[in-house]
């Protein structure tokens, strides 16, 4: 098992300007899937988990950068993140100020993965929005949708600004 990581991007251009690609934004998504996935095999497993869910955060959230707009899908009571520690409760669970959240990255998903529908993509910015499948051990996937807003750090990696995501409509 490896720690997720922030996701460096190379420069697309010869005169030195980086640009944010869509293949960046999909390796962007991987990252998170897969650190998902890797929170939800710790916990299962035994490990240290809550490191792992850290580190995910940390790496791929822009907290240490400016805001950061995170509204969770299940979220209720605190249904907008707009810190760390928010943020890292709605992964794992355990925080009293959070009380609602029963971890969603400890739900033993299996895999994680993205149906963009739309990106928008600038130079050092970068939105997505589609679909993404969460696997259980079940294998029957849970479609939620998402939106995704991206920053270039100084180091040239991607970090989440914007994070919405939400279970769809359905007729009643």
């Given at each position: ?86 943020a890292l409760s709605y ?82």
């Amino acid at each position: 098992m490896h720690f997720v990581h922030k996701v460096p991007i190379e420069a697309q251009h010869g005169d030195g300007v980086v640009t944010i690609t869509a293949a960046d934004v999909e390796k962007a998504q991987r990252a998170w899937g897969d650190g998902i996935v890797e929170i939800a095999a710790a916990f299962d497993a035994g490990m240290d988990h809550v490191q792992q869910a850290k580190v995910h955060v940390e790496a791929l959230y822009a907290y240490d950068l400016g805001p950061v707009l995170f509204k969770p899908t299940f979220a209720i009571e605190h249904q907008f993140r707009p810190t760390f520690e928010g943020a890292l409760s709605y992964f794992i669970g355990g925080n009293e100020a959070f009380s609602e959240d029963n971890g969603f990255a400890i739900k033993s998903w299996t895999n994680v993965r993205f149906e963009n529908q739309k990106m928008v993509l600038n130079e050092t910015t970068a939105m997505a929005m589609g679909n993404y499948f969460f696997t259980p051990p079940n294998g029957e996937e849970v479609k939620v949708e998402f939106s995704f807003g991206y920053i270039m750090d100084s180091t040239g990696a991607l970090r989440i600004q914007l994070h919405h995501s939400s279970v769809p409509a359905s007729r009643n």
